[in-house]
């Protein structure tokens, strides 16, 4: 299995430029996550899609972040206008859904820098 | 509210050095527990994981016991390699929720040859 995919691995871009992160979950998944990870803040929960639907996206910071999961093979996450205080890495994780230990599996995350 | 509290680092020692990184949390019920681990430049991988009280989780020579009476998921190694420097993250899932990973903050691991 190739793992969770996530491109692009690094993106550098200006403050007010749109940017798209894109991840392909392992085959068979059915849970989704976008996570943040920064120095200040750690591991933050963005939003989890089940089946395709967004369940939970309390985590989005604000309007400028949107996600979408138009099938079971591939979720974007898009931050427009992007901010400098937007750099982080951001991965992506996928799971087989259902109630109990369910393992998440990390995508190799891309970090994002905006100048 | 549920959390997960975790050392802070970073914790460095010398190789073959005896660890401990020690986690507990706050959950309603009782969570499943995980221990994920951060190489350089990598996403989070399970390293081992829990689902019921003195339950042990084991990988890689790491081992972790599910303290109900504590609440501690504490991460142990009984000799440390350089090759084990990463980032360690503990984490607590609820029974009724089949997402909601509570993370800690994470713990840096340095090991020194």
């Known amino acids: 299995d190739a793992g969770v995919i996530q491109s692009p691995r690094h993106e550098v871009t200006e403050m007010g430029q749109e940017v798209t992160l894109r991840c392909k979950p392992i085959?068979?998944?059915?849970?989704l996550f976008w996570y943040r990870q920064t120095m200040m803040r750690g591991l933050e929960l963005l939003i989890y899609?089940?089946?395709?639907?967004?369940?939970?996206d309390s985590g989005m910071p604000e309007d400028r972040f949107s996600a979408k999961m138009p099938n079971a093979s591939f979720s974007t996450l898009k931050i427009q206008p992007s901010e400098p205080r937007d750099s982080a890495v951001y991965f992506c994780?996928?799971?087989?859904?259902?109630?109990?230990?369910?393992?998440?599996?990390f995508g190799p995350g891309t970090r994002l820098t905006v100048l | 509210g549920n959390s997960v509290t975790q050392m802070e680092g970073p914790v460095t020692l010398s190789e073959e050095a005896f660890l401990t990184i020690n986690c507990t949390y706050t959950?309603?019920?009782?969570?499943?527990l995980f221990w994920y681990v951060q190489y350089p430049g990598e996403g989070l991988q399970l390293l081992l994981k829990?689902?019921?009280a003195d339950d042990k989780g084991s990988n890689k020579g790491f081992e972790a016991t599910y303290r109900k009476e504590t609440t501690s998921f504490h991460l142990e190694k009984g000799s440390v390699q350089v090759s084990d420097s990463a980032v360690y993250f503990c984490?607590?899932?609820?029974?009724?929720?089949?997402?909601?990973?509570?993370w800690g903050a994470g713990t840096k691991l340095i090991i020194k040859p």
């Open positions: 829990a689902t019921k």
């Open positions: 994780a996928s799971s087989f859904g259902g109630i109990g230990a369910d393992t998440q599996y």
């Open positions: 899609f089940n089946n395709n639907v967004p369940i939970d």
């Open positions: 085959s068979g998944h059915n849970s």
């Open positions: 959950a309603t019920g009782y969570p499943s």
């Open positions: 984490g607590a899932q609820r029974r009724d929720s089949n997402y909601q990973l509570i």
